[in-house]
């Protein structure tokens, strides 16, 4: 893909939906990293119907120790690895109480020095919550990014500099939104809705797939 179709495949995709957000629900700044923290190897969907009724009794980092493991654990018991993800979450709490005054960092450091947040995941708090123009690479992401041809790579790091060295800066704090959207929803991994896409006529990828491949 070069420059002239990078720049009209972000146009293409900002036309369709300019102001694009994230499907995980959240009121603040510490429910978001929450919620990102619990959606590893887990739906947004998924997510949300178990943090609507933790943050209703506890989005806040001392709210969330009070619960306890076990308590905690209750609430999010139904999204994957819910064990692992209780502890690092309490474990952040901690330490956003002890060393931040409660609130979540604004730094790439702080944040990726918290239990259970990696660059992705401080990736998408620097984006979503305070604007910044990061690009979590996760893996609708990587599979659009490389499928497109917009930034391939054999792993994510690779891919999120490909990424943050060719789309125009002017798309960058909202291309993540589009990214991970065409992903979920049209560039799918097994069967992509190429007859569907705004965007194919930009696309490197051959193998376009007609509507017939995909069933109802």
């Known amino acids: 893909m070069n420059k002239n179709q990078i ?44 943090t609507r009724k933790l943050f209703g009794v506890a989005n806040t980092p001392q709210a969330i120790l009070d619960l306890g493991l076990q308590g905690l654990e209750n609430y999010i018991k139904t999204i994957g690895l819910y064990h692992s993800k209780a502890r690092h979450l309490l474990q952040t709490c901690r330490i956003l109480v002890d060393q931040h005054g409660g609130e979540v960092p604004r730094t790439r450091a702080a944040l990726e020095a918290l239990p ?80 569907q896409c705004g965007v194919n006529q930009y696309c490197d990828y051959d193998a376009k797939t007609p509507p017939q491949a995909v069933r109802k």
């Open 116 to 195: 259970g947040v990696g660059r992705k995941t401080a990736n998408v708090v620097l984006n979503v919550a305070f604007g910044e123009p990061t690009m979590a690479v996760d893996t609708h992401i990587f599979r659009v990014a490389n499928r497109t041809g917009l930034a391939k790579g054999k792993t994510p790091m690779e891919v999120e500099r490909g990424l943050l060295k060719h789309i125009p800066e002017r798309f960058m704090v909202d291309a993540h939104h589009w990214l991970i959207l065409h992903g979920r929803y049209v560039c799918q991994a097994r069967k992509p809705r190429c007859w």
């Open 7 to 50: 720049e009209a495949f972000f146009v293409t995709l900002q036309d369709a939906n300019p102001q694009p957000v994230t499907e995980l629900e959240y009121t603040s700044v510490f429910e978001l990293l929450t919620a990102v923290l619990l959606s590893a190897q887990a739906t947004d969907v998924g997510v949300n119907k178990a």
